[in-house]
């Protein structure tokens, strides 16, 4: 009788399969006590950077409430970490040394959960500084750093429920392709409250209030997305700052506030952007400014009102590539819109205030300021419904 011999088989068998190891957790508290093996529930680090030390590649790090002021290396790709107690009861602050608070220079990190973040306070220089790709910072609050709240310069990168407030510079200095931002908020900062630049940037659900400079300043390659952020009260400190400037080709910016910001409330000077359902009201200088340097595809079912300058202020060469629908423009301290150019331009169903409209030659304060060259069809005979959040 023949005898097979299975071992061997199955221990190569066994050997060829990829071996896969579960992430872990480790743990610190204020109450622990740093070792080359601490982390565990019974024995936490006293301190995050030992607990870095301490973590493989994709483990969680899990911290207690308290103060740890510690600059802090994230060099494990993958890592995670968050708070029991959140943002305001987890504080990472500076011990006089180094120039980041937070420094991640690897792919992948998750820094902060959602009701599970923490507050990095009062840094020399960056509060969170990012390079690498694929990180995630969830209800994070960046506050009263030197220099910028948040600076990234890597690529799918999202912010999700984060704060930058009274930092040296920027509150969100991002810069990379496919960036996220949502339910953000940038107040006080000493520069801009969100400056964006790279590829296919997505703005949603955030506020800029109270910045030195302007509130969103977005310098993107193409093909950044705006919907219902507010823009209040930026520029004060170093006027003119804009609510909104968007340097961009390709910009959506849909259901957005501008109001009382010591610039324009939009500006934009890229090409073939779209502005639908936005508000601009109270702004020191005109309510939407399309520049000469680029060209608005589309200005439809906008609200401009109360604004010092034009509600709208029309500048590009192709003043008959625009489609001018269904907007709102009154109370403005200048014209309604004023048409800058050479080119004609149609308006459709637009509400001047008063119907019907007046018109004026030259920038001289008339609903529709112009030399000829605006024409306008069917006005409206009472105002269009906008309904946007963020309006104070």
Excluded at 267 to 294: C, I, P, Q, T
Excluded at 333 to 348: E, H, I, M, V, Y
Aim: aromatic share 6%; proline share 3%.
């Amino acid at each position: 009788m023949r005898i097979f011999r299975l071992v061997p088989i199955v221990a190569l068998m066994l050997t060829a399969l990829p071996l896969t190891v579960a992430a872990g957790t480790l743990n610190v508290r204020t109450w622990g006590a740093d070792s080359g093996t601490c982390g565990d529930k019974d024995d936490p680090c006293l301190t995050i950077g030992q607990a870095i030390v301490n973590a493989a590649p994709k483990d969680k790090i899990v911290v207690g409430p308290g103060t740890y002021p510690e600059p802090l290396v994230i060099d494990k790709a993958g890592l995670k970490l968050e708070s029991t107690a959140g943002a305001r009861a987890t504080i990472i602050t500076t011990d006089g040394s180094g120039d980041d608070l937070v420094y991640i220079g690897v792919n992948d990190v998750k820094l902060g959960k959602k009701k599970k973040g923490f507050t990095v306070l009062g840094g020399m220089g960056r509060g969170v500084h990012i390079e690498g790709n694929g990180c995630e910072c969830d209800s994070i609050r960046a506050i009263d750093n030197g220099s910028d709240g948040f600076v990234l310069n890597a690529d799918r990168a999202s912010f999700d429920n984060c704060e930058g407030r009274d930092n040296g510079s920027d509150g969100f200095d991002l810069s990379g392709d496919n960036v996220t931002v949502e339910d953000c908020v940038s107040t006080g900062n000493d520069d801009d409250g969100f400056a964006l630049s790279g590829n296919n940037c997505t703005v949603e659900g955030s506020l800029a209030t109270d910045n030195s400079v302007t509130g969103f300043n977005d310098s993107c390659d193409a093909g950044s997305e705006y919907k219902e952020n507010a823009a209040w009260r930026n520029g004060i400190e170093r006027p003119p700052g804009h609510g909104f400037r968007y340097g961009s080709d390709n910009v959506e910016v849909t259901k957005n506030v501008a109001g009382d910001n010591e610039g324009h409330g939009f500006l934009f000077e890229g090409n073939d952007a779209e502005a639908k359902s936005n508000v601009a009201r109270g702004n020191a200088l005109d309510g939407f400014f399309e520049s000469s340097m680029g060209a608005v595809v589309s200005f439809e079912k906008n609200t401009a009102a109360e604004n010092l300058g034009s509600g709208f202020m029309v500048k590009t060469a192709d003043a008959g590539g625009i489609e001018f629908k269904k907007n709102n423009t009154y109370a403005n301290s200048d014209c309604g819109l004023l048409n800058d150019t050479s080119g004609t331009l149609t308006t459709d169903g637009t509400w001047w205030g008063q119907d019907p409209p007046t018109t004026t030659a030259g920038a001289t304060g008339a609903d529709v300021c112009d030399n000829g060259n605006t024409t306008l069809t069917d006005p409206a005979s009472k105002e269009g419904s906008i309904k946007v959040k963020g309006e104070l």
